[in-house]
């Protein structure tokens, strides 16, 4: 990891390739994009997409970015509708994703899965089990969601059953999906990014098969012209979610053949292994730094120690 200035480091910026770059937020705008249906997305920072139901009852927001953009957040909100915000769902824990908790708390509950709230109240170490870590502190009372679920929850609103499901141990140990069945749009939050290689917080219950798997559940239950809000990224379709998921399990199978054959960490890095999906090696998650995330994640492995998983 490159070094980090201590103001990035304090904002806990988990998921994305901003995770070393001091970011400048006062010139952050907030892009609005309609996806479909009553579904829209909200970019910033280089942080975790937003997405939003609009509509005659309000709004439903998915993940809240960052603390101070939270007024942005909510001008740009103002500019599609004057309804208020009644229900936040967080993805998953991760402070690009949920920094804006406390201040929109104070408007309307926050939902997420039981593990999100679990490790926002305790923090903890974060990472790949190798050469990425974080350790993040404990969130106060007012940024925790005061909704949790273990499953799924369905909001009825806008005329939409919009339906927040579990996959367990993905990019985290409490990643849900976002469904919008009647417009037609899927929040995937951090288990389907377009930046490349992507993040798998092996150090807090993620997994590459539970990310395979989640994905692959994914695909079985929508239909083939959704369209996709990644966790990062521009909104994407399902052509795009497969090419992904192709090279989840590749990348996996061959960690998987050469843990198999008894191969060291280090020379699968010297062999160079991943090489034949070098373009998805990016700044923050790079071949090395993936080829950890596999290893770690299918050994149960931390730096040669044991994980312990939820
Ligand atoms: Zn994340």
Known sequence: MRK?????????????????????????????????????????????NIGASVGDDGIVIVDDQYAPLAEKIQAALKGI???PVRFIINTHYHGDHTGGNGYFQ???????????????????????GGSVHFDDKPQPKEALPIITFDHDVTIHL?????????????HTDGDSIIFFPKSNVVHMGDDF?????????VEAGGSINGMIDGVEKVIAQVPADV???PGHGPVSNLDDVRAYLKMLKETRDVVQTAIHQGKTLDQMKQSKM??????????????????????YSLTGQKNGKFIKHN
């Not at 999100?116 to 974060?126: D, N, T, Y």
């Not at 070098?278 to 950890?292: P, Q, T």
């Open 106 to 128: 104070k408007q309307a509950p926050i939902i997420a899965q039981d593990n999100v709230r679990k490790r926002l109240e305790s923090g903890g170490p974060a990472g790949n």
């Open 274 to 295: 991943l090489d034949p999906w070098k373009k998805y090696s990016g700044d923050f998650i790079n071949e090395d730094a993936f080829l950890e995330t596999i290893y």
């Open 193 to 201: 990014v377009t930046y490349g290689f992507p993040f798998i917080d």
């Open 4 to 48: 980090v200035s201590a103001l990035a480091a304090s904002l806990v910026i988990l998921c994305g390739f901003a995770a070393a770059q001091e970011q400048d937020f006062s010139k952050v705008q907030i892009k609005v994009t309609k996806v479909a249906g009553s579904v829209y997305m909200l970019e910033g920072a280089d942080a975790g």
């Open 158 to 170: 806008n005329g939409e059953d919009i339906r927040a499901l579990y996959f367990p141990a993905g």
């Open 81 to 83: 509708t004057d309804k």
């Open 227 to 229: 369209k996709i809000i």
